[in-house]
T-cell receptor, first 114, second 110 residues
Framework: DVKVTQSSRYLVKRTGEKVFLECVQD?????MFWYRQDPGLGLRLIYF???????EKGDIPEGYSVSREKKERFSLILESASTNQTSMYLC?????????????FGPGTRLTVT | EDKVVQSPLSLVVHEGDTVTLNCSYE??????LLWYKQEKKAPTFLFML????IEKKSGRLSSILDKKELSSILNITATQTGDSAIYLC??????????FGQGTRLTINP
């Protein structure tokens, strides 16, 4: 059974702080993704990674960076948090390859920036 | 710009009713359409559709893709309070990059 875990369920940070959101998956998946979910906008892709040390920008990468030093771990970094980054952040992972595979999601981190 | 639109955005019905949720898309390099159910936590996978006109079923839930109309529907028959959730439609546009709709919030009243 695939398990994707995220380091915090709820997080409150101040404007300007550096924020790290951690995601770990235990199924040896090559692909990992970070989304944010906002009411009325659905889930939007921030960054994704197909392999260790590899990253690609999604649809809304501005204000974010990522790190993938180990296969099972994908970190999302907010270099200087702003109030418009208050959101629910969801991590996902999936199998690699040219086939079509579903993505497995973590429980989410609700981040509030004050 | 790739776009996925779901309707309705919100729906309230009584237990036992049948509901139909809609998803339409405008996406380049379409590969598949996926439906997820999101209760309080992680979205959980329901269906993946790649071929037009072939219905996928799981218990009281079913879904079908129409590539000509660029749309999909998700049907739930004999609804139960446990079906209350946000239903997400997503389209894969190459290399597992998903674009999501806004979601439909379904509430089933006893």
């Amino acid at each position: 059974d695939v398990k994707v875990t995220q380091s915090s369920r709820y997080l409150v940070k101040r404007t300007g702080e550096k924020v790290f959101l951690e995601c770990v998956q235990d199924m040896d998946h090559e692909n990992m993704f970070w989304y944010r979910q906002d009411p009325g906008l659905g889930l939007r892709l921030i960054y994704f990674s197909y392999d260790v040390k590899m990253k690609e920008k999604g649809d809304i990468p501005e204000g974010y960076s990522v790190s993938r030093e180990k296969k099972e771990r994908f970190s999302l970094i907010l270099e200087s948090a702003s109030t418009n980054q208050t959101s629910m952040y969801l991590c996902a992972s999936s199998l690699p390859g040219t086939g079509i595979h579903e993505q497995y999601f973590g429980p989410g981190t609700r981040l509030t920036v004050t | 710009e790739d776009k996925v639109v779901q309707s309705p955005l919100s729906l309230v019905v009584h237990e036992g009713d049948t509901v139909t949720l809609n998803c339409s898309y405008e996406v380049t390099n379409f590969r598949s359409l996926l439906w997820y159910k999101q209760e309080k936590k992680a979205p959980t996978f329901l269906f993946m559709l790649t071929s037009s006109g072939i219905e996928k079923k799981s218990g009281r839930l079913s879904s079908i893709l129409d590539k000509k109309e660029l749309s999909s529907i998700l049907n739930i028959t004999a609804t139960q309070t446990g079906d209350s959730a946000i239903y997400l439609c997503a389209v894969e546009r190459g290399a597992q990059k998903l674009v999501f709709g806004q979601g439909t919030r379904l509430t089933i009243n006893p």
